[in-house]
């Protein structure tokens, strides 16, 4: 909530209005869209669940938080919900981009009580519908067909869905963020970067890393071009729209690879991502709160321009 204040804040004092509409099921948020007059809606959320910890699948033919402003015809901002619905399950995201020649890791998605592929270790072994990190930690990556075994079993057992099994990417990470659509639309990339002291045996971003300030975005340097033109196809090929960052890592070979689409990044001021990338790339003399709001007007002004909204 209290980013959603955040940001709130920013909207109003770029001179448009905001209103917080907080709800805990759907039948509320269903309530507060038909009773009070929004132009446009900026949704924190996927969908309302009881559950805090995970996104998970959602129950079958349950409506997502986009479904319900389809329904009612309201203009609003991010991806739509068939694309919302492909960015949380990182299956049919890599699916997605493959199809489209956009380079992801090879990868299997394995269901409960299904046989385990043949593969080249090490692999890295994650839930197929979350975000954040959630689940991954020094056991994702596996060496050996038994550890393979007890971290799909893990997966399974304690997220109640499909693990998804990767080639482990040893390399950098980067991420880019896409901000904006047509005259808007910006192209910001960087190269993530932790204190090794928080690091376990592999650099890689555990749950409790992201969003705390631990991670920091430098420079994306020679790769600059590489993993914009990258994340430009993979936005096309999603149908991505306003404000969506891509992951990505580097294979042994040196090789940019898609990991994770984010439909729903991350606004901490200075902590989180996407205000890391705007001040990197478009630092003003006021300081970060500054390039914090001036973010927050760039995602809402393109979302109007988007929708024809004065």
Same mark, same amino acid.
């Given at each position: ?50 559950? %805090?910890?995970?996104?998970?699948? +959602?129950?079958?033919? &349950? ?5 319900? @402003?389809?329904?009612?015809? *309201? #203009? ?70 038994? %550890?393979?075994?007890?971290?799909? +079993?893990?997966?399974? &057992? ?5 693990? @998804?099994?990767?080639?482990? *990417? #040893? ?93 729903? #990044? ?45």
């Amino acid at each position: 909530m209290a980013v959603t204040q955040e940001i709130a804040k920013a909207i109003n004092a770029s001179g448009k209005s905001c209103d917080i509409a907080s709800v805990s099921n759907m039948d509320e948020l269903i309530q507060e869209l038909d009773t009070r007059k929004f132009d446009l809606v900026w949704s924190a959320l996927y969908h309302v669940t009881e559950n %805090e910890a995970t996104i998970g699948m +959602g129950e079958s033919g &349950e409506d997502w938080v986009a479904d319900i @402003l389809d329904k009612l015809r *309201l #203009p609003y901002i991010g991806p739509d919900a068939a694309t919302m619905k492909a960015l949380i399950h990182k299956t049919a995201t890599h699916n997605i981009l493959d199809k489209a020649g956009v380079p992801v890791p090879c990868h299997f998605e394995i269901e409960q009580g299904q046989a385990l592929p043949d593969l080249v270790f090490p692999a890295f072994v994650k839930p197929s519908f979350e975000s954040r990190s959630v689940g991954i930690s020094d056991n994702s990556v596996v060496h050996t067909p038994e %550890e393979l075994k007890a971290q799909v +079993g893990f997966i399974h &057992e304690n997220y109640d869905q499909p693990a @998804l099994v990767e080639e482990y *990417l #040893p390399g950098r990470e980067y991420t880019v963020l896409m901000l904006g659509n047509g005259a808007y639309q910006q192209f910001l990339p960087g190269m993530v970067t932790v204190d090794p002291k928080l690091i376990g045996r592999y650099p890689i971003l555990s749950a409790d890393l992201r969003g705390v300030g631990a991670t920091k975005i430098e420079p994306a340097g020679e790769l600059s071009e590489k993993t914009i033109d990258v994340t430009a196809k993979a936005m096309n090929a999603l149908n991505c729209q306003d404000h969506v960052w891509a992951d990505m890592r580097l294979d042994s070979q040196g090789n940019v690879k898609i990991i994770e689409v984010n439909g729903i #990044p991350g606004l901490k001021p200075v902590k989180s991502w996407s205000p890391q990338l705007y001040t990197l790339h478009h630092a003003s003399k006021k300081g970060t709160m500054e390039d914090y709001r001036a973010l927050i007007d760039h995602i809402v002004s393109s979302a109007l321009a988007r929708h024809g909204i004065a």
